[in-house]
């Protein structure tokens, strides 16, 4: 991969950004803290990747990048590289490991402890409750497609606020909505691997009502500067073709609009309604109002652009993916810093106004090697300020954007593709655990630092 934009070659540093604007990276806690540690209990990641096929080298989180007992070191390294911000999140399992009941008091003093180190190195905390990090216990019992799974949530939010909410800078309910539900009951590529459309339909509309339920009980407690962090896609359509063009809409719907809609405006695209409305729970509408209650921030997810092409030989949606021109990460994912900036702009015109808007997670990953004590990646320096520029952009459009975290702080358990593939800016030797600063690392580092 090579960049031929302007932004690669002349970055944008901290000072172009508005004051109090943040940077920082994140983590989400099954990939990187190890599982084995601290009594916590299985989750349907642990079954998912022992079940032959569905992870490669069947890898699992059991020991990541064992934050469990580094996360100091890791906390040096964001202090050390002028970071203002860690996003972390809370593993359901390793606090309550089966879901519901008794509490393992040694992972929640984990979480504790984490604070607090964040904290002393003059790090803002930024916590995400759930991360797909689902308790076994539940998914026996039906996981997000259970009516109940609102309330079981709710609980185990109550405990987290109980223990750290206070010292939290932002608290986000649930990381990626569409991929702990539709790529993970209808595609069946993540947790817990099903290919189901009444499942799909029933966890989509779950997961946002256990948003809700997570809203309304911090909302009784007093906290503030609550929001919900969604994964949107750039998407586009093959061709001109009028066919391509409605298989575009539909994924468009179904990938981007269903959840922001949902909660900005408490209702579902027509699009997505078309082939999910007859799976979904009997009285859903009843829920909207609960769905839709103000949030004070959005979390926004974005790294590539998918070209979406009709596929009349299958069931609705009737899409399927197409390959564009665009240079590719590792991942095959097409590097489109312009599809932020019209995301970010979208979504302040259609949805949120003036709401504050934080881009929680942009990276890449790439086939990464230490040489020399180093690891050169100027691949992702590329879309790194690639991607800086299109968020400066979006800012001279009147996007109230408010900060930026690359995705990921350090390499780690990348759920079905194991630890092959490379997102962090910080290298890690999954053998000797040993880190690395990648030269995307330092680069951010002189970008952002404070004149």
């Known amino acids: 991969m090579t960049s031929s934009s302007p932004l690669a070659r002349s970055a944008l540093t901290r000072k ?25 209990g299985p989750t349907h990641w642990d079954t998912f990747a022992a079940t032959p096929g569905n992870v490669l080298r069947a890898e699992d989180g059991a020991l990541a990048c064992d934050q469990y007992h580094r996360y100091g070191a890791d906390m040096d390294l964001l202090k050390d590289g002028g970071f203002d911000a860690y996003r972390f999140s809370t593993s359901w399992a390793r606090v309550i490991p089966e879901g519901r009941g008794a509490v393992n008091r040694e992972g929640l003093d984990y979480y504790d402890r984490l604070t607090d180190a964040i904290l002393e190195r003059g790090l803002e905390p930024h916590l995400t409750l759930y991360h797909w990090e689902m ?35 932002s608290v986000a309910t649930i990381n990626e909505p569409w ?70 809409a539909t994924q468009d719907a179904t990938n981007n609009r269903w959840f922001i809609e949902a909660i900005a405006k408490g209702h ?59 240079a590719t990460t590792q991942m095959g994912w097409e590097i489109c810093p312009e599809g932020l900036r019209a995301l970010l702009v979208n979504l302040k015109d259609r949805y949120v106004g003036d709401l504050p808007i934080m881009v929680t997670e942009n990276g890449m990953a790439w086939d990464d090697h230490v040489k020399n004590g180093v690891v050169h990646d100027p691949e992702r320096c590329a879309y790194i300020t690639d991607h800086m520029g299109a968020m400066h952009q979006a800012i001279a459009e009147g996007v109230n954007l408010k900060g930026f975290f690359y995705w990921s702080l350090l390499d780690n358990y990348e759920w079905a593709f194991g630890y092959e593939r490379r997102f962090g800016m910080v290298h890690v030797d999954f053998e000797t655990l040993q880190r690395t600063p990648k030269a995307s690392y330092h680069m951010l580092k002189d970008l952002i630092k404070r004149s």
């Not at 172009?16 to 916590?40: C, I, M, R, S, W």
């Open 179 to 248: 991929c702990v539900s539709y790529l993970s009951h209808f595609l069946g590529h993540h947790a817990p691997g099903r290919r189901d459309i009444r499942a799909a339909a029933r966890s989509m509309h779950h997961v946002l009502k256990a948003h809700g339920e997570a809203i309304a009980r911090l909302r009784d407690r007093g906290r503030k500067n609550l929001g919900i962090v969604i994964n949107f896609e750039h998407t586009q359509p093959a061709s001109d073709d009028p066919n391509d063009i409605q298989a575009a």
């Open 268 to 326: 579902y695209p027509q699009e997505a309604l078309a082939g999910l409305e007859p799976h979904l729970p009997k009285g859903w509408q009843d829920d909207m109002a609960a769905i839709s209650q103000p949030i004070d921030w959005l979390g926004v997810n974005y790294y590539f652009r998918q070209l979406v092409a009709h596929d009349g030989s299958s069931p609705w949606p009737h899409t399927k993916p197409a390959q564009g021109h665009l």
């Open 16 to 40: 172009d950004f508005p004051n109090g604007f943040l940077f920082g990276a994140a983590t989400a806690a099954y990939q990187v803290e190890g599982h084995k540690f601290g009594g916590a």
């Open 135 to 169: 308790p076994a216990a539940l998914t026996d019992l039906g996981g997000w497609t259970n009516p109940d799974v609102h309330l079981w949530f709710g609980d185990f939010v109550e405990v987290i606020d109980d223990k750290i909410g206070d010292r939290m800078a």
